[in-house]
Antibody, heavy 125, light 105 residues
Framework: QVQLVQSGAEVKKPGASVKVSCKAS????????MHWVRQAPGQGLEWMGR????????NYAQKFQGRVTMTRDTSISTAYMELSRLRSDDTAVYYC??????????????????WGQGTLVTVSS | DIQMTQSPSSVSASVGDRVTITCRAS??????LAWYQQKPGKAPKLLIY???SLQSGVPSRFSGSGSGTDFTLTISSLQPEDFATYYC???????FGQGTRLEIK
């Protein structure tokens, strides 16, 4: 069965960087987009960006351009999201999420079928 | 950017009630819309995709409709496990609605 297992909670100081991992299993890692979504305490869901694990190509939400970097290591089926120049309002649970459709389905719409368990990142001085 | 607006922001209902949640897009998005359910402390769960397709394993009391700019999620007969927060999402630009909290009356 598909599983996305994320790294553990992090506490960072303002101005630092954080790197969250998402290890995939149960499917062909290079066959589906991986997205990153965050949720601040008591708030809604916010899409951050996506990575094509096959090519390494990325698309980022404008809000995070210049501060976020998404990468992957296909040898260990793991995606990474690094956020730099952290601020207190970056305190949130960060999720990875995999598409419903694979790259060969012909569908262009993307729906988030599988989710990691979430990683709490706390930014505090 | 396409904005997604849900209404109401919260709703109180009883077990057995029929509940409808609305999502409006700031411009036409065809049928490229998903609905997710999220319970406290848990990751979201995909319920409906392509506006009206029921994700595998989701109870048939959940249904979605709409196209263009106006969409609805309907729960035909509320069960205790349905009390949660629901989000719509545009499936191209990935913008989420602000969420609708469904509470027990």
């Amino acid at each position: 069965q598909v599983q996305l297992v994320q790294s553990g909670a992090e506490v960072k100081k303002p101005g630092a960087s954080v790197k969250v991992s998402c290890k995939a299993s149960g499917y062909t890692f290079t066959g589906y987009y991986m997205h990153w979504v965050r949720q601040a305490p008591g708030q809604g869901l916010e899409w951050m960006g996506r990575i094509n694990p096959n090519s390494g190509g990325t698309n980022y939400a404008q809000k995070f351009q210049g501060r976020v970097t998404m990468t992957r290591d296909t040898s260990i089926s793991t995606a990474y999201m690094e956020l730099s120049r952290l601020r207190s309002d970056d305190t949130a649970v960060y999720y990875c999420a995999r598409d419903l459709y694979d790259f060969w389905s012909g569908y262009t719409a993307e729906y988030f079928q599988h989710w990691g368990q979430g990683t709490l990142v706390t930014v505090s001085s | 950017d396409i904005q997604m607006t849900q209404s109401p922001s919260s709703v109180s209902a009883s077990v057995g009630d029929r509940v409808t949640i609305t999502c409006r897009a700031s411009q036409g998005i065809s049928s490229w819309l998903a609905w997710y359910q999220q319970k406290p402390g848990k990751a979201p769960k995909l319920l409906i995709y392509a506006a009206s397709s029921l994700q595998s394993g989701v109870p048939s009391r959940f249904s979605g409709s709409g196209s263009g700019t106006d969409f609805t999620l309907t729960i035909s007969s509320l069960q205790p496990e349905d009390f949660a927060t629901y989000y719509c999402q545009q499936a191209n630009s990935f913008t989420f609605g602000q969420g609708t909290r469904l509470e027990i009356k």
